[in-house]
């Protein structure tokens, strides 16, 4: 019997080469360190000792026609900087516009930011103490940050 010799096809040179080039790996890396550090710095848990002024005055915004939902926070009462969270209490928006005040970071935990409160109450129903560590979660954090000054107020 005659043993045939089999050979592979030889490659169209009118084909594009499938494989992705080391330059698109590149951009892609430098894009998802770039989107990276955008999300770590607009996300920067506070300092310890920075302060957030919620000065009083002016009415909690609205939006459009309709009358703007009341914006309200849990914040839990801690004991000590590193206790476990107790009791919750209420931060609104509405009541610190009226009565005012600020509020000081302690520290940073993996599941917060402990806060300290100087000022009027922080809500009708359920307040929280004034001078008591309060814990909230970073995203409570960044939405009260987030809350806009009252109108008129200049840092």
């Known amino acids: 019997m005659k043993s045939k010799l089999l050979l592979a096809p030889r490659p169209d040179p009118r084909m594009v080469h499938s494989g992705t080039p ?4 590149l951009i892609a890396a430098a894009l998802f360190v770039a989107l990276m550090l955008c999300a770590r710095l607009t996300h920067q848990p506070p ?13 909690a915004r609205a ?27 209420t931060i609104s928006e ?16 993996p599941d917060g930011v402990v806060l300290v ?7 009708a129903n ?15 954090w960044q939405t009260l940050q987030n809350w806009p000054p009252a109108p008129g107020y200049r840092h």
């Open 94 to 109: 509405a009541a610190l516009r009226q009565g005012g005040g600020s509020f000081s970071s302690l520290a940073i935990r």
């Open 117 to 123: 409160w100087a000022g009027a109450a922080t809500a």
């Open 63 to 89: 939006s459009g026609h309709q009358p703007a939902l009341p914006n309200q926070l849990t914040a839990y009462i801690l004991t000590g900087a590193l206790a476990a969270p107790g009791q919750a209490c």
């Open 47 to 59: 300092a310890p000792g920075q302060l957030l002024a919620m000065p009083a005055g002016g009415a």
């Open 22 to 25: 080391l330059i698109s790996y």
């Open 126 to 140: 359920a307040p929280c103490p004034a001078g008591t560590n309060l814990l909230l979660t970073r995203d409570a």
